[in-house]
Every structure is written in C-alpha cells, then in structure tokens.
C-alpha cells in the first residue's frame, strides 16, 4: 500500500502525458503479463490466476468475461524476437532469421506494428 501511495504522489507531479508507442503492448492484469511472455501453454498454465483481483482497474459489472481475457487487456500478442535473444555478434546475431521457421512462441512483427 505505500508503493502504491507513493506512486501516485509522484505522478501527480509528472508534467507530460504518456502515450504508448505504436505497437506496444497493454497490460491490464497480471494474467496479460503470463499471457504475454510465456513461450509455452504447459508452462503458462501453471502460473495463471484466472481471476480480476490482478487488474489495474476494476472490471464494469456488466462486462462478458470470457477467455482468455477475463477482463484483462490480451490480445495475442508475444514477445518480439529481437528483444528476447541477443543479436550481438558473439551471442546470436542470427537467432531471428534461423529460428523463424519453428519458434512460435516470439513475434516476428517489425516495430510499430501490434506483436
């Protein structure tokens, strides 16, 4: 409760407006963070709470829940290929365009477009 408190007071005084980048992500619940990142359902399943009491804001009452959203802000979205490896030269410079073909876990998506 005092982070929360905190933060508020502190953006209370920010004097610009955020505004997302185009294709960034909304994340709404702590279920669209799992629904986000994690590469794999098996391991998605374990950790997902299926429930609002996550959200960032309350849900109308007469909303339709239904999966996978549960209120929350998902999409389909994944995490972009060149910010999950890295494409240094010593690392993996061409994790992207080798893995393309079987890794459907990441997006593949140019920025600025919805991953």
């Known amino acids: 409760e005092f982070m929360s408190a905190l ?4 953006a209370q005084r920010q004097m610009f407006e955020v505004r997302p ?10 279920d669209d963070l799992w629904r986000h990142y994690a590469r794999d359902s098996w391991f ?3 950790f997902l709470m299926g429930d609002n009491a996550s959200c960032i ?3 109308a009452a007469n909303t339709t829940l239904r999966a996978p959203g549960w209120g929350g802000a998902y999409k389909g ?6 910010a999950s490896h890295d494409l240094r030269s010593f690392a993996q410079p061409t994790a992207c365009a080798s893995y393309a073909k079987w890794l459907g876990g990441e997006s593949f ?3 600025g477009a919805f991953p």
Do not use: D
């Open 7 to 10: 933060l508020n007071e502190y």
């Open 109 to 111: 998506a140019p920025w």
């Open 21 to 30: 980048l185009p294709g960034s992500v909304r994340i709404e619940c702590e």
């Open 57 to 59: 804001h309350s849900i």
């Open 44 to 46: 998605l399943n374990g």
């Open 77 to 82: 979205s994944k995490p972009r290929c060149v």
